[in-house]
């Protein structure tokens, strides 16, 4: 990925003379934000480490997968946030990782991390680079310096149990990586968040990650089987069986984890045959609280979408305005939901019957398929548009979070009013983007200005949200993970004794605290 954006350079588009218009009638932004410094001209803090520990890393894992390089410290000096990518733009020195490692196996990434132990070198885990929650800083948490250690070596497809259902893959490869090994076989994981084409096997289970699939393929922790993960107290392989009952299930500590606990080198999961056919049919509904409705008789009445999901009116109008790609289909009014189908013929046949009639009992008017298969095209692409809206001067992110269906509307209200609240004249989007019986989640997209100090202002509005989530029954991230953006927050999620509980496991896994500090754990 471009290392002061988001993705490939190739796929950047600038936004249109209409959009740009809209953004000054609307938010008051009327010119480009001041450039960033090119790669070359980025200023880093001298790197920590010692020219002994570089000497005795290459010995671990090979002289030519270790670099103290800015060219090589850059990329992995953080995640793709937008305060990430407003820090990159500075043209003061900026943190990084002070030294960059790749290993190539189990036993390297053992001898790395007890290395790092005795020399008191903290340690990043890093996949595809996409967090958005502060995960990827490069704290050193006390110690002498930091690395990034980077697992994009542990590429391969292990196993594949064609009779259980079951791939065992390295957690260095990407979603498309995967994907493509499975294809060959005939298989697919089905496992689509935006991050797709760049997070890493190893970074979705880390993070608890959902995909846009999940109303059929599940959430990424729901496919997992089995894990290896090195700690610096040694190995563990989890996960024997289908279900067991042998005391809790160890496989949970890890889910979620974000390397504070071990390296997740690679996961058992469950697969299945490339889907013979797909169906798409988009619908629209009056208002947000019509379509939470009909979402939820959906889901409880198990109708069996693979995809489900609703834009409030707000985002439903800014979607239809920035998109040229609804071609000839009927006019969007209210709220616009999506929904998808795959299976065998006679599998989605039955399914979109059944999620057709539910919808339409709940007041739904269909549109046909072409927004469907318009938001299918570019449900990848909505990074690229923050980017684009951040060099033109207005500041665009994202929050998240999860609560009951009872709770819902309240808390939509809540964080909303909360963040205009803290930023006046802002533009506030919410979507349902993954269902279950019993609750769904709110992603919010915010758009503002810059204004002249945009980390402290979104700092702010990022606070005043999350105070709103936890009085108002969420949780505080819902597939966004913890880092270090969310960790004021722990306390209120799982209680002090929760806290201890982890802190207890930190201590007998990672007892010298080398495993990326500052983030998850209060």
Not at 200 to 222: I, K, M, N, V, Y
Not at 396 to 418: D, G, H, I, Q, Y
Request: with cysteine.
């Amino acid at each position: 990925m471009k290392w002061d954006a988001w993705g490939d350079p190739a796929l950047a588009k600038e936004l249109s003379a209409d959009i740009k218009g809209l953004l000054a009638a609307a938010l008051g932004v009327t010119g480009d934000a001041t450039p960033g410094p090119a790669a070359d001209e980025v200023l880093l803090h001298p790197s920590r480490i010692t020219a002994d520990d570089l000497k005795a890393l290459a010995a671990a894992v090979g002289e030519t997968n270790v670099s103290a390089a800015d060219a090589d410290r850059l990329p992995r000096a953080g995640g793709k946030s937008t305060p990430d990518l407003l820090r990159r733009r500075s043209r003061a020195p900026q943190d990084a990782p002070d030294a960059v490692v790749l290993p190539g196996d189990e036993q390297e990434i053992a001898a790395v991390l007890a290395l790092c132990a005795e020399r008191r070198i903290a340690v990043v885990p890093f996949g595809g680079g996409t967090s958005v929650v502060g995960g990827l800083d490069p704290e050193r948490g006390g110690l002498t310096a930091v690395i990034s250690l980077d697992l994009r070596r542990l590429d391969r497809l292990h196993d594949l149990d064609e009779t259980s259902g079951e791939a065992v893959l390295g957690a260095g490869l990407t979603g498309p990586a995967a994907e493509a090994l499975l294809a060959e076989r005939g298989y697919e994981l089905g496992h689509y968040p935006q991050s797709f084409r760049y997070a890493t096997l190893g970074g979705f289970a880390a993070t608890r990650s959902s995909g846009q699939d999940s109303a059929g393929h599940g959430r990424f922790d729901e496919m997992v089987r089995g894990l290896r993960v090195v700690t610096p107290a040694g190995v563990l392989d989890l996960g024997r069986a289908p279900a067991s009952a042998a005391g809790p299930d160890l496989r949970e500590l890890f889910l979620g984890s974000e390397g504070t606990l071990g390296v997740i080198t690679a996961v058992r999961l469950r697969v299945h045959p490339l889907p013979a056919v797909k169906a798409y049919e988009a619908w629209s509904l009056p208002d947000f609280a019509t379509g939470s409705a009909a979402l939820r008789a959906v889901e409880q009445a198990g109708t069996g979408p693979t995809v489900i999901r609703l834009s409030d009116e707000a985002e439903t109008m800014v979607n239809l305005a920035m998109t040229e790609q609804i071609g000839g289909a009927p006019a969007v009014t209210g709220c616009l939901a999506v929904t998808v189908f795959e299976g065998t013929a006679e599998q989605v046949a039955t399914r979109h019957r059944l999620t057709r009639d539910t919808l339409l009992a709940a007041g739904a008017t269909s549109l046909g398929e072409a927004p469907a298969r318009a938001w299918e095209h570019g449900r990848f692409n909505a990074p690229y548009l923050r980017d684009s809206l951040l060099s033109a001067g207005a500041l665009c992110e994202t929050l998240e979070t999860a609560a009951s269906w009872s709770r819902l509307p309240r808390l939509r209200t809540a964080v909303t009013e909360a963040l205009t609240a803290a930023l006046p004249g802002a533009l506030v989007l919410c979507h349902v983007s993954h269902v279950y019986p019993t609750g769904a989640s709110l992603y919010f997209t915010v758009v503002a200005a810059l204004g002249e100090d945009p980390l402290a202002r979104w700092a702010a509005a990022k606070r005043a949200a999350g105070d709103t989530i936890v009085t108002a029954g969420g949780t505080i991230t819902h597939h966004h993970a913890v880092g270090a953006d969310h960790r004021p927050w722990m306390s209120d999620e799982i209680g002090e004794l929760g806290v201890r509980i982890l802190r207890a496991v930190k201590a007998e896994l990672d007892p010298a605290g080398i495993l990326n500090p500052g983030k998850l754990i209060p």
